[in-house]
């Protein structure tokens, strides 16, 4: 059987060890009208430049810090944040209607309102950060035994292009192998759907390599 083609980001697996995840996930502020959207299932880190502290779509090709992401992130880039996890969501107050707003998603340009109970425009974002995560990804060409414990970035994304109905579409880009990518492949994800390695789109588990993570 062929594997299924579309991607879909970094879905929640198992912690290591097996131990099943508890989903959890922590709080980051969000800042209001981003160059760069944020979708569902993507490694995000934290602004180093500008809106410092504020969190951004680490697959984007150019950060909202102006950093590179994407297929071309990297730890020896002067400057940058390693990556805080992956997000899960945001609230903001909508600035149309005032309404308390939930998604999985925001689009680039979009402006908050204000919280008249803080005062604040910022929007929150729902972070998976637990450094011990794994993930699933699917791969963007075959991978062979020998990646196992290679590190990799994601595909270029962060674009409307990118996204279905605000769920991340970038794979695991298998060009990128080094020492300064974002994912460590940790094994193969054994679905019989998508398992055959020798070919593009299988399914392997991940996690952020300790070398790019913020809470190592």
């Given amino acids: 059987m062929a594997n299924q083609t579309a991607g879909f980001g970094f879905r929640q697996a198992p912690t290591m060890g097996s131990t099943p995840a508890t989903g959890g996930q922590a709080e980051y502020m969000v800042k209001s009208g981003l160059a760069v959207g944020i979708f569902q299932n993507n490694p995000v880190s934290l602004q180093s430049a500008g809106d410092t502290g504020y969190l951004q779509d680490a697959t984007a090709d150019t950060m909202d810090d102006g950093k590179a992401g994407g297929i071309d ?20 107050i909508n600035s ?31 972070v998976n950060d ?20 290679s590190t990799f970035n994601s595909t270029d994304g962060a674009t409307a292009g990118t996204q279905t109905n605000g769920q991340s579409t970038v794979k695991l880009d298998i060009g990128t192998a080094a020492a300064t990518c974002q994912f460590k492949v940790v094994r193969t994800a054994n679905d019989p759907a998508n398992n055959d390695n020798t070919v593009l789109n299988s399914n392997v588990i991940v996690m952020i390599a300790p070398t790019a993570a913020a809470n190592n």
């Fill in 73 to 92: 992130w990297s730890t020896g880039t002067s400057g940058i944040t390693l990556i805080e996890g992956v997000f899960n969501g945001i609230f903001y």
């Fill in 96 to 126: 149309s209607t005032s309404k308390p707003t939930f998604a999985n998603h925001v689009l680039a340009s979009t402006t908050f309102g204000t919280d008249y109970n803080t005062g604040s425009s910022d929007g929150i974002g729902f």
């Fill in 130 to 149: 637990n450094p011990m995560q794994e993930y699933t990804a699917k791969c963007d060409d075959a991978i062979t035994q020998a990646n196992l414990l």
